[in-house]
């Protein structure tokens, strides 16, 4: 059970669109539709973002979106605004009540 | 409103035990998976374990199977990791996050973290 990979980091100037990917295999993210995203700021909690691929939560800003294609789901982000600079986790569902966290990627607002 | 509140931080020598808490409200407990999963220092989110309370059918991440044990009291509605001998590598945040019920498959909400830090 590898965690799932996602890019270190991404960045873009406020207003831009970033895109985050993470990549799974067919045991995680490929055999289910079940991908979250969660939001991380420095010394919180984490805070789901994404849901079930691509649904978001009541409060989420709809400049938050998700998807997947084959073992790669990706959450864009649209607007980028600087309150967005944190930390982002993908997770897969992996079967049988087990679940897998991505490697992380740190989102920066130039 | 569904709400875990986890135990204050610790701070231990290794080869001590310890037993954490995370308490949840505003919700059936017996109903609900509660997981806990480990953030190292500047590192990343790592899944490992899940307990469902109602009969307490547990499941381990393969890299923490046999290094800690899951655990529930229905009674007082709270659930626990633990260690039997900690090593100065379990330093590190420690949160708990529910799943809700079997037909859900995502973590909302989760605790605020319980930072255990083991060092001689």
């Known amino acids: 059970q590898s965690a799932l990979t996602q890019p270190r980091s991404v960045s873009g100037s406020p207003g831009q669109s970033v895109t985050i990917s993470c990549t799974g295999t067919s045991s995680d993210v490929l055999g289910y539709t079940y991908v979250s995203w969660h939001q991380q700021h420095p010394g919180k909690a984490p805070k789901l973002m994404i849901y079930d691929v691509s649904k978001r939560p009541s409060g989420v800003p709809d400049r938050f979106s998700g998807s997947k294609s084959g073992n790669t789901a990706s959450l864009t982000i649209s607007g980028l605004q600087a309150e967005d600079e944190a930390d982002y986790y993908c997770c897969s569902y992996a079967g049988s009540y087990t679940y897998v966290f991505g490697t992380g990627t740190k989102v920066t607002v130039l | 409103e569904v709400q875990l509140v986890q135990s204050g931080a610790e701070v231990k020598k290794p080869g001590e035990s310890l037993k954490i808490s995370c308490k949840g409200s505003g919700y059936r407990f017996t109903s609900y998976w509660i997981a806990w999963v480990r953030q190292m220092p500047g590192k990343g989110l790592e899944w490992m374990g899940i307990?469902?309370?109602?009969?307490?059918?547990?499941r381990y991440s393969p890299s923490f199977q046999g290094q800690v044990t899951i655990s529930a009291d229905r009674s007082i509605t709270t659930a626990y990791l633990q260690w039997s001998s900690l090593k100065a590598s379990d330093t590190a945040i420690y949160y708990c996050?529910?799943?809700?019920?079997?037909?859900?498959?995502?973590?909302?909400?989760w605790g605020q973290g319980t930072l255990v830090t083991v060092s001689p």
């Open positions: 996050a529910t799943s809700g019920d079997s037909s859900r498959r995502w973590f909302d909400p």
């Open positions: 307990i469902y309370p109602g009969d307490s059918d547990t």
